[in-house]
């Protein structure tokens, strides 16, 4: 055979090689950059939240705060999970508000979804249907990343700025949650707990970034049940223990939101322990904060967002009034959260007066 020959047998078998590889890693792989902007059209933001039990009017304040702060208008969808006697008023509600803002949203409303094995044990893990979480990946099989929102939340900024952070995230995370605590002088998880945790005082899940198609590809169900059989018996705080268990085990997986993401009590209640001087984004009252006068300011703005009528001025109806109740709420001045009442409507001002319905 000539060396002509050869070599051009060489060169056909390099470039066989060359194209295989790049098929495979073009279509064999998880899209492992599924869940970036396009940075030729606007993403869809999709949020999750499941609801049970006495939740709806909570989950919909909540609804209501990622509508108000979806500014600028991005593609927005709202799926929930559902007790099946909550489902109807879920639908008509939302369907209501999406005839109020001309469809600027779309929405799904699913059952509620376990493993069959011990589903009354997930169901009831810690507060009812919180496990749902752990499961969305296989339930949500079509979406590719979500926000999952304890109903307990409230966002006082675009919903696109926490979105944003799936941009940050490396090859290998999967997920972005925040710290539990700030000072470990008060951390639960470095005193108290009895399990694994992740990093010096473990991560809060009522807000959560999840790459689901990531999620999938690790196999994130058949990691987290061998480690509820293991742990069942030293968790406190149910899937929110499973889930600091996991990442303790895959650290790497793992993407770290400062605390102004799930600003809760904690970071205020005593020592105000979040730096959160250019605002407060995403507002969690957490253990019951929204519904007590614990720490007044709590309650009292998720009262002005349950009240406020989607087709007002957010900015005159909503942002406004509620300044003027700060400043002259003694019970609000008085207390230790009241000492940094500047940080809680700081950015939801800013992002009104700058958008549209104001201006």
């Not at 949020?47 to 208008?73: H, W, Y």
């Not at 991560?203 to 689901?212: C, E, I, R």
């Not at 790497?252 to 970071?267: A, E, F, G, T």
């Amino acid at each position: 055979m000539s060396s002509l020959l050869v070599k051009r047998l060489l060169g056909f078998f390099l470039i066989l090689t060359v194209l295989t590889v790049l098929y495979v890693l073009r279509y064999e792989r998880p899209d492992e950059t599924a869940f970036l902007h396009n940075e030729r059209r606007s993403p869809i933001i999709s949020v999750a939240a499941v609801v049970c039990g006495q939740r709806v009017d909570e989950a919909l304040t909540m609804i209501k705060s990622v509508l108000i702060f979806n500014i600028p208008k991005y593609p927005l969808k709202i799926i929930l999970v559902a007790e099946e006697s909550l489902k109807r008023r879920l639908h008509e509600t939302l369907s209501v508000w999406r005839q109020t803002c001309r469809d600027c949203f779309t929405f799904q409303v699913h059952s509620l979804s376990f493993p069959v094995e011990k589903a009354e044990t997930w169901k009831t893990l810690f507060k009812p249907c919180a496990a749902q979480r752990l499961f969305l990946p296989t339930l949500l099989h079509d979406e590719d990343s979500i926000l999952y929102l304890d109903t307990d939340t409230l966002l006082l900024s675009p919903v696109s700025e926490v979105w944003e952070h799936f941009t940050k995230f490396n090859s290998s995370q999967l997920a972005a949650l925040t710290p539990e605590h700030e000072d470990k002088n008060v951390g639960w998880y470095n005193r108290f707990a009895r399990h694994p945790f992740y990093g010096p005082m473990g991560v809060n899940s009522g807000v959560m970034l999840m790459n689901l198609t990531r999620m999938r590809s690790f196999k994130w169900e058949e990691q987290i049940l061998p480690l509820y059989t293991e742990y069942r018996l030293k968790i406190t705080w149910g899937d929110q223990d499973l889930i600091n268990i996991l990442f303790f085990y895959h650290p790497d997986k793992l993407y770290i939101m400062p605390c102004q993401y799930n600003y809760r009590p904690d970071h205020c209640m005593y020592l105000s322990v979040c730096n959160a001087s250019d605002g407060i984004r995403i507002l969690h009252g957490n253990r019951g904060y929204f519904h007590s006068n614990k720490q007044p300011i709590f309650n009292i703005i998720f009262k002005a967002i349950e009240s406020y009528k989607l087709e007002d001025n957010s900015y005159e109806n909503l942002i406004l009034p509620l300044e003027k109740e700060i400043l002259i709420n003694d019970s609000i001045l008085t207390s230790n959260c009241g000492k940094v009442s500047k940080q809680f409507l700081i950015r939801a001002k800013s992002t009104l007066v700058q958008s549209s319905k104001y201006n």
